[in-house]
């Protein structure tokens, strides 16, 4: 976590009064303090890409985010707001990860619902109710072996840029920092 804020963070944040002056206070997701600082045309993730030491200390500081802290499912009224409403029969993803990454929290996710003991077999192959979205960089890098894992648990794997129009449509739905979609059922209350 340190190396990637030292490395890409801080000089990034370092430069961003010089970017707003030069700029007129003017920001866009397309020329950012980022490229500004790194002096690259080159979105974040396309930098990322080209920079392989630098793309993997990304990696290990967003998994570094998360350590120590509780996942999600654990304290988030799963089966109450989300699989016990949902109807696989209606045809649209149980749960949709935007920019998850390899998958790991997906994962995650059907291995607490199992052990909440729930029957994800729904969810699982033939209908891959479970969606990973990112960008085909990402997707491509997915380990094998992780790939595997993801295999098994019915997940299916679409190439996705959110600067772009989300390509899933229908109920869709904030759930704790990624979309939940379809569950056939209407918004329950907060």
């Known amino acids: ?3 990637y804020s030292f490395d890409i963070v801080l000089p990034a944040l370092a430069q961003t009064p010089a970017y ?8 866009s997701h397309e020329q950012t303090p980022f490229q500004y600082s790194n002096q690259t045309s080159l979105s974040y993730i396309d930098w990322l890409r080209a920079h392989p030491q630098m793309h993997e200390r990304f990696n290990t500081a967003m998994q570094g985010n998360r350590l120590g802290k509780p996942f999600w499912a654990t304290w988030y009224p799963v089966q109450e707001r989300l699989y016990g409403n949902y109807d696989v029969s209606c045809g649209l993803p149980f749960f949709v990860d935007v920019g998850g990454n390899i998958g790991h929290d997906l994962l995650r996710l059907r291995d607490q619902l199992e052990s909440d003991g729930l029957d994800t ?6 209908k891959r109710m479970l969606v990973l979205q990112d960008l ?4 491509d890098s997915i380990p094998e ?3 595997r894992l993801l295999d098994d648990a019915g997940v299916r794997r679409e190439n996705y840029d959110f600067y772009h129009p989300q390509p899933i449509k229908d109920e869709i739905r904030p759930a704790v920092g990624v979309a939940e979609l379809g569950s056939c059922a209407p918004l329950l209350p907060p």
């Open 145 to 147: 072996e992780t790939g």
């Open 121 to 126: 077999s729904p969810l699982g192959h033939g």
């Open 20 to 27: 707003l002056q030069q700029n007129d206070n003017a920001l």
């Open 136 to 139: 085909p960089g990402v997707l």
């Open 1 to 3: 976590m340190k190396m």
